[in-house]
């Protein structure tokens, strides 16, 4: 499996550095079926445990006719998150293996849902835990796997006066962001979190601390 070496900016991350994590970026599905019963991997990258439980009331809804719709996730929240739940199949049998499949690729920020139509032969404890580990490491397999840095936004207002050296600053940093032009300007900012401190310094001292900033 080749793992581009990238963050959500695009710039490269080295081995030296802990804070870069493997994710996928984007969404991918998988399917097959086994004695009749047809299992369909859903994943998706979830930056936020919000985010997580929004994926899976999607599939939810979208597979309400479904006999199971597994979750597991791997959340980077403040403390790191990890859920599965075997939702109606026997105890251990298919959240806790999908979960294992994140946990053994050192997935993080990562969503998967399994959704099973049951064909009318049961597979056992085993061969559900068979099942739902192929179709979690299917999904993941259709997915794109790439390492990221963790980014923080932040949204910086300041008179017009200061908007052009802070635009300068920004594009000369490793920084997305988008600027209104209202009555004041107002930038919406990512950047990488071990890059976030220091830019902000740099900002605030550039415009003599006239700017305003707080989280978006």
């Given at each position: 499996m080749t793992v581009?070496?990238?963050?959500?900016?695009?710039?490269?991350?080295?081995?030296?550095?802990?804070?870069?994590?493997?994710?996928?970026?984007?969404?991918?599905?998988?399917?097959?079926?086994?004695?009749?019963?047809?299992?369909?991997?859903?994943?998706?990258?979830?930056?936020?445990?919000?985010?997580?439980?929004?994926?899976v009331d999607s599939i939810r809804e979208q597979y309400a006719d479904a006999t199971h719709n597994v979750p597991a996730y791997r959340v980077r929240a403040d403390p790191f998150r990890e859920y599965a739940s075997d939702d109606g199949e026997p105890s251990g049998s298919a959240g806790k293996p999908m979960l294992s499949v994140l946990a053994g690729r050192d997935l993080?920020?990562?969503?998967?849902?399994?959704?099973?139509?049951?064909?009318?032969?049961?597979?056992?404890v085993g061969g559900l835990v068979r099942a739902y580990s192929a179709a979690t490491k299917d999904a993941l397999d259709a997915a794109e796997t790439v390492r990221r840095r963790p980014r923080r936004r932040f949204r910086a207002v300041v008179d017009?006066?200061?908007?052009?050296?802070?635009?300068?600053?920004?594009?000369?940093?490793?920084?997305?962001?988008?600027?209104?032009?209202?009555?004041?300007?107002?930038?919406?900012?990512?950047?990488?979190?071990?890059?976030?401190?220091?830019?902000?310094?740099?900002?605030?001292?550039?415009?003599?601390?006239?700017?305003?900033?707080?989280?978006?």
């Amino acid at each position: 499996m080749t793992v581009p070496n990238t963050d959500a900016g695009g710039d490269a991350g080295g081995d030296a550095d802990t804070d870069v994590y493997a994710t996928i970026a984007g969404r991918a599905t998988s399917r097959f079926t086994v004695q009749g019963s047809e299992f369909v991997g859903h994943a998706s990258p979830a930056e936020t445990v919000e985010a997580a439980e929004a994926f899976v009331d999607s599939i939810r809804e979208q597979y309400a006719d479904a006999t199971h719709n597994v979750p597991a996730y791997r959340v980077r929240a403040d403390p790191f998150r990890e859920y599965a739940s075997d939702d109606g199949e026997p105890s251990g049998s298919a959240g806790k293996p999908m979960l294992s499949v994140l946990a053994g690729r050192d997935l993080e920020n990562v969503c998967v849902v399994v959704t099973r139509y049951f064909g009318g032969t049961e597979l056992g404890v085993g061969g559900l835990v068979r099942a739902y580990s192929a179709a979690t490491k299917d999904a993941l397999d259709a997915a794109e796997t790439v390492r990221r840095r963790p980014r923080r936004r932040f949204r910086a207002v300041v008179d017009y006066d200061d908007s052009g050296t802070v635009r300068g600053i920004l594009e000369s940093e490793d920084a997305d962001f988008e600027a209104d032009y209202g009555e004041r300007v107002v930038f919406d900012v990512t950047v990488p979190v071990l890059a976030a401190a220091d830019l902000l310094d740099r900002l605030r001292s550039a415009t003599s601390d006239r700017i305003e900033v707080d989280d978006g």
